[in-house]
């Protein structure tokens, strides 16, 4: 957007947000016309605030917004999306709340990423519409790190560029991809993973969703799926996540 222009209207998703002074709350949001941002909402903790119940986390709305001296100031506010299948059951907010905390941390503000909005909207629709979250979730990440130029090489060794073979390989975080057996010992950082897991990788990585979407996830892969990709997600971000502990806590209680 124009830098002189005052007020602009945009499409956006609530990421989070905390209260900021005796009625305001400060929100972070990813839009689809300035990537991520903040912006205050005036008066949205008074009782009688139209704008509140739109602004809540994971909410894909339709946002009016002035420039404000420091921060954007939100003037109007309309759901598109309020998700509320999510957030009728906890294990599905876990994973919204695990997406949105990796797109927050990776992503810098008013770097905007039509394509990483469109992947986020999308993955927060699927989380609230579909039987089980775990395939969309799996797809969001190995996309956002594929946008994010962070795409994990699964075809060829990342130290001697052989190509893959139908065994059990290694992964270097470091290197930023396979390893084949043959190198495995020799590079550092490196762990086992196994072909059935690196077949999904792959083919989550090279499909569209509704050819992804197909795939049979059993619960043990989809744990072996979960735990590498967090591991590598850990490691570029350069620090622990909090939400996978929450998801664990309530998938056990489920169980």
Known sequence: MPKQERTFR????????????????MLWLYTSKLGKVQAIAKGVRKMRSRKAGHLEPFTCVNLMFARGRSF?????????????????????VGYA???????????????????????????????????????AVRYFEIHLLDL??????????????????????????????????????QVRDTRPISMNTL????HFQRSSYQ???????????????EQFMQRYITYLLERNLNTPAFISRVANKSG
């Open 148 to 185: 994010l130029g962070y795409k994990p090489e699964l075809t060829n060794c990342v130290n001697c560029d052989a190509l893959i073979q139908a065994e059990d390989q290694f992964f270097s975080n470091f290197l930023g991809g396979v390893v084949c057996p043959n190198c495995g010992p």
């Open 97 to 135: 709340a695990y997406i949105v905390e990796i797109l927050d941390r990776f992503t810098y503000e008013e770097e905007d990423n039509t394509l990483i909005y469109q992947l986020l909207k999308q993955t927060l629709e699927r989380i609230d519409g579909e039987p089980s979250p775990y395939l």
């Open 211 to 225: 050819v992804a979407s197909r795939a049979k996830l059993p619960a043990k892969l989809n744990q072996d799926l």
């Open 72 to 92: 954007l100031i939100i003037t109007q506010a309309e759901s598109i999306s309020p998700q509320l299948n999510l957030r009728a059951d906890l294990l599905r």
């Open 199 to 202: 077949k999904y990788l792959r």
């Open 10 to 25: 945009s499409e956006a998703i609530v990421l989070r947000h905390k209260n900021w002074g005796e009625a305001d709350r």
